[in-house]
C-alpha cells in the first residue's frame, strides 16, 4: 500500500514540467514573432504546421530530456539512499514516461525538421518517400535521430532500472544522448566550427542538468522529508558548476556569431540573446538566494516549503524562457553567417580550418591554434590535480612531488598534441597525425599513469555521510566493477590498444575522423583511454583489479610491440593510400606525395614505439624488484614477530622429509635382507 506522501508525488510530479512547458512554449513563440522565424518562406516553404511545430515540438522535446536527466540524475546521485522509501524507484519510472514524452517529441521535430529542410508540407505526396530516403543523409536529421534511439535507450533502461547503478548508467547515458544536438544549427555550420560545436555541447549539457534537476526536486519535495536540505545541498554545488560552465560555453559561442559587441545591440537575434544573458543573470542571483538562506531554513525545519517552492519554481520559469529564446535563435540567422564561402578552399571546406603553412622547425614550435576543449579539459586536470597535492602537504600527508610534475608534463604533451603544431597538421598529413597519436596514446599515458590519481582522489575527497553518491563513491564504484576488471584484464587492454588502432585505420573510421568534429574527438579520447589503461596494467600503482605478476607483464607488452611493429612495417610498405579521397583534395603543393607521407607514418609507428617499450619494460622490472623488496621485508619483520616461524617450519618440513626418507631407505635394505637370506635357505 503506498503512503500519502507516495501518493501526493505520484499526483503531482507532472507540475513542474507543466510549467516548464508552458514557460518555454510562451518564450518560443514570442522570440519566433519578434525574430520572424516561423514566417512564410519565399521558396520551399513547409506550411505553418511544420514552422511552428518544428519550434513548438523542440521545445517540447529539450524539457523532456531535462525532465528524464533530472530524475534519473537525481534518483542515482542527488537522494539519500533510504530503507523505508521507494522514491528513487519511483523517479526512475517517471523517468521512463518522460523519455516517452522525449522521444514522441522527438519524432515530431525529426518530421517537422526534415519537411523544413526539403521544403515538403508534412503529408504532402512523395513526402513519405523522401523521408525514408534522405533522413540519414541530412546532418540535422541525423544527429535528431541519433538523439531520438539514445531517448528510447534511455527509456528502456530506466523502465526496468530498480538498482542505484543501472539508474546511474541510465543517467549518464541520458547526459550523452543531449549531446549529438550541438551538431545541429548553427554550432555545426558557423566559423570556428570546433569551438561553436564544443561550447554548445556543454551549454546544452549543463543547462539540461539544471532544469532537470530542480524539476526533479520540486516533484519530490514532499517526499524527501528530512531529506529535503540533503538533495537541495547537493543539487546546489551542481546547479553552481553549471552556471560556469553555461557562462563560459555561452561566451565562446557568442564569440564565433558576432564580429563587434556592437552587433549584439544592433540585431534582433543580439537583442534575443542578452534575454538569455539577463534569465542567466536571475539564475545567478536566484541559486545565490537558495545557498545562502535557503537551505539554513531547510536545515532548521524541513517542512518550510513555501519560499523553497517559490525559489525553485521562479528558477524553472527562467530556465525554460532561456530554453524557449535558445530553440529559436538556432532556427535564426545570426549576424555573422554561418554559410560557407563562394569556392572555399578545400582545406576549409573539409576540416573547418584553412590550409597551414609549409611544415618547418619555425611553424613546428611557432604555430598554435587552440583548442578550447582539450585547453580547458587540460588545465582543470591540472589544477585538480595541483589542489588535491596541496591538500595532502597541508594535512601532513607524504605525497612525492615527482608526481604533479608529470601529471603537469603529461597534460601538457596533450595540451600541445591537441593545440599545437601536431594538431594542425595531423588534419592534413597522415605522418602529423600519427605522431599526434603516438604522443597521445603512448608518450602521455607513461607520465600520467605514474601519477596515480585515482590515488589522489581518493586520499583528497571526502566520503559522503548522507547516502548519496559523489565523485568518490562513482571512484570506488567504477575501481571495483566487473568492467573493469574485464577491460584491466591485461590481454584484454592489450588488444584494445592494438587491434582497435588497426581497425580504425584501415577502416572508414580514419576519414570519418579526418572529416568530422565529432569523429575528431571521439577519436582522440579512444586514444588517450586505450593508451592509458594499458600502461595502468603494466606499471599502474591506483588500486584495481589484481595484476598479473611482471613476468607475464613483460612478456605481454614485449607480445603487443610486436604487432605494433608489424603494424608500422605493413604500412610503411603499402602501396594502398588510405583516406585516398580526403587527402587528395586537400593536398598542397608543399606536401610530398600521399603515398610517401603515408610511408613516413608507418615508419613514425614502428620508431617512436621503440624508445616507450623500453621505458615500460624497465619500469616494468622496477616494479619487479619494488615488489620483491616489499615481500622480503614483509617476510624479515614477520620472522622477527613469530621468531622466524616460517623457516623452523620449513626446516621441520626438510627434517620429517629426511626422517620419511631414511625410514623408506631401511624399510628397502631389510627387505633386500630379507629376500637375500630366504634366497640363501632354498639355496642350501
Known amino acids: ?154 527509456g528502456t533502461i530506466a523502465a526496468v532500472a530498480r538498482t542505484r547503478t543501472g539508474m546511474a548508467w541510465a543517467s549518464v547515458l541520458s547526459v550523452l544522448s543531449v549531446l549529438p544536438l550541438a551538431l545541429a544549427g548553427h554550432a555545426a555550420g558557423a566559423t570556428g566550427h570546433d569551438t561553436a560545436v564544443n561550447s554548445m555541447a556543454f551549454h546544452l549539457m549543463c543547462a539540461t542538468i539544471w532544469l532537470g534537476g530542480l524539476i526533479a526536486i520540486i516533484a519530490f519535495r514532499s517526499e524527501l522529508g528530512r531529506d529535503l536540505a540533503v538533495t537541495v545541498r547537493r543539487f546546489a554545488t551542481l546547479a553552481a558548476w553549471c552556471f560556469v ?180 597538421y ?70 584494445f590498444f592494438f587491434v582497435s588502432m588497426a581497425v580504425f585505420y584501415y577502416s572508414p573510421l580514419f576519414e570519418l575522423a579526418l572529416r568530422t568534429h565529432t569523429g575528431h574527438i571521439l577519436m582522440m579520447v579512444h586514444f588517450l583511454m586505450a593508451g592509458y589503461i594499458f600502461v595502468w596494467v603494466l606499471i599502474g600503482i591506483d588500486p584495481g583489479p589484481p595484476k598479473w605478476s611482471p613476468l607475464m607483464r613483460l612478456v605481454i607488452l614485449f607480445a603487443t610491440i610486436s604487432f605494433h611493429a608489424f603494424f608500422g612495417v605493413a604500412m610503411t610498405g603499402g602501396d594502398t593510400v588510405l583516406a585516398k579521397d580526403f587527402f587528395e583534395a586537400i593536398h598542397q603543393p608543399w606536401m610530398e606525395p600521399i603515398l610517401d607521407d603515408q610511408h613516413k607514418a608507418g615508419a613514425i609507428a614502428w620508431g617512436i614505439s621503440e624508445a616507450p617499450t623500453l621505458l615500460l619494460a624497465m619500469l616494468v622490472g622496477l616494479a619487479w624488484m619494488r615488489e620483491d623488496r616489499q615481500e622480503t621485508t614483509r617476510k624479515d619483520r614477520q620472522a622477527d614477530r613469530d621468531g622466524d616461524a616460517e623457516l623452523a617450519a620449513y626446516n621441520a618440513l626438510l627434517a620429517s622429509l629426511r626422517a620419511r626418507d631414511a625410514k623408506v631407505a631401511q624399510q628397502l635394505a631389510d627387505r633386500e635382507a630379507h629376500r637375500h637370506d630366504h634366497h640363501q635357505g632354498r639355496h642350501a
Open 245 to 424: 560552465v553555461v557562462l563560459v560555453s555561452g561566451v565562446l559561442a557568442g564569440s564565433v556569431r558576432f564580429t563587434s559587441l556592437g552587433d549584439v545591440f544592433s540585431s534582433s537575434y543580439g537583442r534575443l540573446l542578452l534575454v538569455k544573458v539577463a534569465a542567466l543573470g536571475l539564475l545567478a542571483a536566484a541559486g545565490w538566494a537558495q545557498r545562502s538562506r535557503m537551505l539554513d531554513r531547510l536545515d532548521a525545519d524541513h517542512r518550510d516549503l513555501a519560499a523553497f517552492i517559490r525559489l525553485a519554481a521562479g528558477e524553472i520559469v527562467l530556465m525554460a524562457v532561456a530554453m524557449g529564446a535558445a530553440v529559436t535563435l538556432a532556427r535564426s540567422a545570426p549576424p555573422v553567417s554561418d554559410e560557407a564561402p563562394p569556392n572555399p578552399d578545400p582545406t576549409l571546406a573539409l576540416t573547418g580550418y584553412p590550409a597551414p603553412p609549409p611544415l618547418s622547425a619555425d611553424t613546428y614550435f611557432a604555430l598554435w591554434r587552440w583548442d578550447w576543449l582539450w585547453l580547458l579539459v587540460g588545465l582543470a586536470s591540472i589544477g585538480l590535480y595541483w589542489y588535491g597535492y596541496r591538500r595532502l602537504r597541508q594535512r601532513g600527508d607524504s605525497w612525492p612531488l615527482r608526481r604533479p610534475v608529470m601529471w603537469t608534463i603529461g597534460w601538457a604533451l596533450i595540451i600541445y598534441s591537441m593545440c599545437g603544431a601536431p594538431g594542425i
Open 426 to 495: 595531423a588534419r592534413v598529413l597522415f605522418s602529423q597525425h600519427m605522431l599526434m597519436h603516438m604522443f597521445i596514446a603512448m608518450l602521455a599515458p607513461i607520465l600520467l599513469v605514474p601519477a596515480a590519481p585515482i590515488t589522489l582522489a581518493l586520499r583528497t575527497i571526502p566520503a559522503r555521510r548522507d547516502k548519496t553518491w559523489g565523485v568518490r563513491e562513482m571512484i570506488l564504484k567504477i575501481v571495483h566493477s566487473h568492467y573493469l576488471r574485464f577491460f584491466a584484464n591485461p590481454v584484454i587492454a592489450a588488444g
Open 1 to 154: 500500500m503506498s503512503s500519502p506522501t507516495a501518493d501526493r508525488t505520484t499526483a503531482s510530479w507532472w507540475l513542474p514540467v507543466l510549467l516548464a512547458l508552458g514557460a518555454g512554449m510562451l518564450a518560443t513563440a514570442t522570440s519566433a514573432v519578434v525574430l520572424g522565424t516561423a514566417t512564410p518562406l519565399e521558396i520551399g516553404d513547409p506550411g505553418p504546421v511544420a514552422r511552428w511545430g518544428g519550434l513548438l515540438a523542440r521545445i517540447v522535446h529539450d524539457v523532456a530530456a531535462a525532465t528524464t536527466v533530472g530524475l534519473l540524475g537525481f534518483a542515482a546521485f542527488l537522494t539519500p539512499e533510504t530503507t523505508h522509501t521507494d522514491r528513487r524507484v519511483t523517479a526512475t519510472r517517471y523517468a521512463a514516461l518522460s523519455a516517452l514524452l522525449w522521444v514522441a517529441a522527438g519524432v515530431l521535430s525529426l518530421l517537422f525538421t526534415f519537411a523544413t529542410l526539403a521544403g515538403l508540407a508534412v503529408g504532402s505526396p512523395g513526402f513519405g518517400q523522401q523521408f525514408t530516403k534522405f533522413v540519414w543523409e541530412l546532418e540535422p536529421t541525423r544527429v535528431a535521430a541519433i538523439t531520438l534511439l539514445g531517448a528510447a535507450v534511455v
